[in-house]
């Protein structure tokens, strides 16, 4: 464990860490994998809940504490690429659909038939389906930019 904390913070952090031998939120959060809500110390204290720990806290001034097991790094650092991944994907699919929508307003024609020719495209120059996509949203920006400047 090692707390989040920097500083003259990281220093009481750590204290109270130790603190924590026989118990403590920090403990019972890892040992559960589940958060521990905030707490009153005084609470905790004449509940006889985390004895040492309770007793430190106080004579640091601290009236409240929770605490939020991030049991692995790593496990935390895969769930966040792959919710990073998963919003990019989902942006991606966005693009796509946006661009589709376009190209067959301007071709007069089925959303699948643009869909289809904007990814024989994308295949035919090697280029990522969404790349493709952005291009033909950002040449209709552009075609409307410059209607605007005729008019």
């Known amino acids: 464990m090692s707390p989040a904390?920097?500083?003259?913070h990281r220093?009481?952090?750590?204290?109270?860490?130790?603190a924590q031998r026989d118990g403590g939120p920090c403990l019972d959060s890892y040992?559960?994998?589940?958060?521990?809500?905030?707490v009153s110390i005084r609470a905790a204290r004449e509940a006889a809940r985390w004895p040492q720990f309770t007793e430190r806290a106080l004579a640091h001034g601290i009236a409240d504490c929770a605490a939020l097991g991030l049991r692995n790094?790593?496990?935390?650092?895969?769930?966040?690429?792959?919710a990073d991944q998963l919003q990019r994907a989902l942006s991606s699919r966005v693009?796509?659909?946006?661009?589709?929508g376009m190209l067959a307003e301007?071709?007069?024609t089925a959303a699948d038939h643009a869909f289809v020719a904007m990814r024989q495209y994308a295949r035919r120059h090697r280029?990522?389906?969404d790349r493709v996509a952005?291009?033909?949203?950002?040449?209709?920006?552009?075609?409307?930019?410059?209607?605007?400047?005729r008019a």
């Not at 790094?73 to 792959?82: D, E, I, M």
Request: charged share 30%.
């Open 11 to 18: 220093r009481v952090a750590t204290e109270l860490l130790q």
């Open 73 to 82: 790094n790593t496990t935390y650092a895969q769930s966040r690429a792959l």
């Open 5 to 8: 904390a920097s500083g003259a």
């Open 31 to 38: 040992g559960s994998g589940r958060p521990v809500p905030p």
């Open 134 to 149: 952005d291009d033909a949203a950002l040449r209709r920006e552009a075609e409307r930019a410059d209607g605007e400047g």
């Open 127 to 129: 280029l990522p389906l």
């Open 106 to 108: 301007r071709w007069n």
């Open 95 to 100: 693009r796509i659909e946006q661009a589709k």
